[in-house]
């Protein structure tokens, strides 16, 4: 299994949680760990007790005791690492993006393996539990999504020049960074894929000091908004922010049916609003499902009802949903496909608000 | 004084409190109404305490007890009444929009008497407070303006086919109706005029029973969303439906500023939530302030700290700086120019949607 | 009609409003404003378009055009006001308390007129919804009822020693100023009186300067905390305080039956939350009713959906309720001998607390 | 390590990653796991990768490999078993209650080892932060402490009658169960021990069926309300229930003090409430902090701001002050001495309820 720096430790917590918490058809371990730096690498597989430490990618995918191959290494790595371990006859699961181009996460298509798109969001309780009431009809016909995903570590303008902020490292900025996930969501909820956006993009701090001292160019963007229309007739509207102030991690997301709404904000993870309009006006409003039942998505697992999960469940979740999909060989959602056609939407996005125009239909994957 | 029945309750509310609750450098009085149907305006004017009923309202125009027409007709008639109030030496007070077309809006300018357009939103004390904190800079240079009005009376697809949804009476649907109080609350806390917007409508339920018999088509959009740039680089984001299932009168706005946030919602209306990012980050975090202190606006006339406020008291506010417009001689706000240039901006962002193309500057008024 | 000046705005604000608002079976104006200074009351007066301006409250009783006394004196007159007037022919419209001491509202009872309590928050269009779906039973038996009123307004030990704080005058202190509200509220919604209580009360800031110079004794409670036993057996719990900083008028009650829950803030006054225990678990959540739909109390004549009320429509709505009684000849309520009970169950609490032990039963009224 | 089947659950997890998130001055591993019935034992073994299973406690206290016993069990043996570890050489965690009487939990001081008591709640880090504020003098002088703490699992009639619902096992109902933390947190919150309080509980649902078949009669409380001094004069008031329809975990506590206010709730536990009353009254109201910052309790070894914990974290957190605590050999709180005052307050709570009187002092631990 590979982990790099950034991410791994959640990816981790995910799979040193999962076997003692679900019962899994597969038993799952971690059994190698790979990373830059071989001290490092060593000291992130003792903490964790793994058995083996790798600095070079290359050779975990020689071994034998690495069935899986989870991907949290910087955007730009992710199609060349995922390709080979495909070839190599490993399964994979790899953090989003699945590249930083569209050409390149084409070619990244599974051999035979089951690869699967690190859209960890989808298993957040209530996001489950609300695509289920959809599937139910308990909204009926969807009229609306709104979406908006708001950070705020980025209002300094003192904050340094990363990766994440250069465009030939990072693809794009909160767009690619958060929106992915907004796209991902919208989509999953809504059962139907995007066809048609209308963007514009903004970037309010273009200069920031360099970690190696002076000041360069950021080129990614801020923030950015757009519009969508999904083949229904639904419509979209989306938004996201890195200069929000307050704003810590507020995905939140609002779908209005005919029948009803479901609302859902990740600062409160463990709930979900729901209005039914069938019921008599008098009595009628929002509730606020506390997803913490044992009937709800993944909860029969965990505590009793009113004992809240936290983010790092979500990879618990989607390890759980990985290792049910490798013991039934069926594809995982989102797949490899799935994950191309979320960038895909994030292109049109991109090239909407560079040129000013609606997109009226996104290439189909 | 012209009180048509549909809006004029909360108008003639408003003029019968203001007097009681503030010190006015004028007096105020309803001495005359008019309306369609004389025993209805008998009863009304009777009801309202007033001294005189009109059937028509040119014979309002006539009177010399009539210094002030307060106009709450359909829009379709807001025009030309407005106009001959003008002429007739009458200070005006009239219902958005100020005019179906922005044509006939252009004609409607003051004629050396005061003319105010009723975006009573303005006047409630918390988006009063918010613009004051913007300008004091409490916020900061201006980055987002997040804003959405959803209602969900439409929802029924049975609900009747009235002249709200026929475009030649009403001129737009949700977005006249509710997408110009966004418009104008942006643009007023923003303190600058939108320079470029691209929008999206829709409309989902296309044909619903006449109140005559039969069906009939519904030409308004029933949603609209659109996004916007601020000269100084701000960003703006907008949505508006009349079926979001519900939402009963959810007016909602965000800023996010380089050095904190201010959001509001018309559902809570006495509330104004504050971030100022300039807090320890450890202490931090989105405060509800209850906008019922002496020091807020408008509040040294009402309750005690914490004994709030309703929906009409944005028409006694409306009423009150109208009627210290009139004593001092300045012009009200907003005035009929900047009535128009909303509704530029609305016809920009209808024929956005209309061609699927960002429009990148909004005609002057 | 006697108004003096410290309530009296809130009650003419709903004297005036009442006529025009709803259908009333008798017209109702304010044909005389009593109060201390001749000047004072003449300008009031004349303000709010009164016909007549008294000095003395017994001439009051001695006009033909009046037929109801309004009394929003200070506490310690209550009750001599009220029997002259009703000895006088009048209706009686008293401010709570209804008299300082048990004894002294004994000899307020009614004599063949009409006289009501002014509890005016069981006049809150979400609480009086609450009352009905009790009522309907909509929550089952109750078992919990959790009450609070917490101001803030003597946080500040600089605040001054005001007749609020003196005990010969106000006769107690958060007690009987909130905590008379929460007794009538509980009782009300619980559909029954209170059988037991025991308490706790406390004075945190002891000396304050006086208005007149130096510094006094405050001889009232800042806070009570009180539990109570209802006949059915449900538990209550209650705690009012004026020095619980930030809460600046926060009434909440919380009802819990066997079917359901219900609850209520008055800084939201336009919202009702509701729990359906008969719901399915994995879709059930406490709802937020917005209570401004036209089949909720007092809602028919007010504004659409969403448009929410003040503090002041509940002075409104308790004019409309006394007019109707009036017409009818039925005993409005809270009657005197209501308002007698709940004080009788405030000197239980003071007895409790003064004496550190549990009430077991509270005398009948 | 001693777990047993009820709450071994999330006491395993918390020490399964203590050592893998945050940096320990000890190694913590689980070596043993005992339990009634040995395959059920070897099954939690194997699955939480434990070396080694026991059935009988008593072989526990014999094994080298354990130097600190974790005690789940049924609250009736926690003190034999306790006092056994302590005096065979081992550190104690033990869930409360310590003792079902205070004459066992008496005699389980400690014995030159370290032993704790299990309040998880005061390791979220909502609640640590709290006490630090409170500490650091942002409150000032504390006034009211306002806890209440809400289930719904017995609302239900038909529930079957366990053993949580009989005396000579449970020793109380709500009361031990869920008051014993409102008592710890309000101590731990407030800085000092209550002096007085006084009492009513609920039975509301007298008989329910047995597991084994038939009925029998429940002999704990479902409810207790009680209010409390502490000796600094500041006024309390807590509630707790298991018949609160809708609340599933309701953990919640406001403390108003002489400069501001703080609240919490654990069905949010990501969030405080703070209250600044120093700052000017017009930009004054409730922050909601985030508690996810890397300057908050715990937070350091977590994830980013926004994304946040879940109920399990708070005994990885009590873990890792366990372990500190030993490696340092100081005496961890709440100590056995803090659990056993904590046992005397509910102690007074229950006499008080029986016999309906204030106890204005509680017996000294």
């Known amino acids: 299994m590979l982990l790099s720096p950034r991410k791994h430790r959640r990816h981790s917590q995910g799979w040193r949680t999962v076997g003692r918490v679900f019962d899994l058809p597969l038993r799952s371990a971690m059994n190698a760990v790979c990373g830059r730096g071989r001290d490092a690498v060593t000291a992130a597989a003792a903490r964790h007790g793994s058995a083996a430490a790798e600095a070079d990618w290359r050779r975990l995918l020689e071994r034998d005791d690495v069935q899986l191959v989870d991907i949290c290494t910087p955007g730009d790595s992710h199609a060349e690492i995922a390709v080979a371990a495909l070839r190599a006859g490993k399964h994979v699961l790899c953090e989003k993006p699945l590249a930083n181009s569209v050409t390149a996460a ?17 298993r957040t309780p209530a996001v489950a539990l609300a695509r289920r009431m959809i599937r139910d009809g ?9 979406a908006s995903y708001l950070q705020d570590w980025l209002v300094d303008p003192e904050a ?5 902020l ?8 909160a767009l690619g960074n958060l929106g992915a ?35 360069g160019t950021v080129t990614v963007d801020d923030a950015a908004l757009f519009t969508g ?3 229904s007739g639904a419509l979209a509207s989306f938004e996201t922010s890195r200069v929000a102030a307050g704003r810590k991690n507020a995905l939140r997301s609002e779908l209005n049916g005919a029948h009803g709404s479901l609302a859902f904000d990740l600062e ?18 929002f509730r606020r ?6 009937g709800h998505p993944y909860l029969e697992a965990w505590w009793p009802p009113g004992h809240g999960l936290g983010y790092e469940h979500t990879f618990v979740h989607q390890a759980r949903d990985l290792v049910h999909a490798i013991a039934a060989g069926t594809e995982p959602a989102p797949s490899f496909a799935g994950g191309l056609q979320a960038q895909r939407v994030l292109t049109a996005v991109e090239d909407s608000a560079a040129k000013d125009c609606t997109y009226t239909s996104v290439p189909p994957s």
Request: hydrophobic content about 35%; aromatic content about 6%.
């Open 160 to 164: 340094p020049l990363t990766w994440r």
């Open 229 to 231: 229309r999904f083949p």
């Open 289 to 294: 499902i506390l997803v913490t039942e044992p």
């Open 166 to 173: 250069r465009r030939e490292q990072a693809g794009s900025g």
């Open 138 to 146: 308990r909204i009926g016909t969807l009229r609306h999504v709104r």
């Open 268 to 285: 409160r993870l463990n709930e979900l609003a729901f209005h039914d309009q069938t019921e008599p006006a008098d009595a009628a409003g």
């Open 181 to 215: 996930h907004l796209v991902d969501l919208a989509q999953y909820l809504a059962g139907e894929r995007l066809a048609g956006v209308s963007a514009v993009t903004g970037t309010f701090v273009r200069e920031r000091p360099r970690p190696t001292g002076g000041r």
């Open 106 to 122: 084409e070619t990244a298509r599974a051999r035979g393996r089951l690869a699967m798109v690190g859209f960890n969001y989808r």
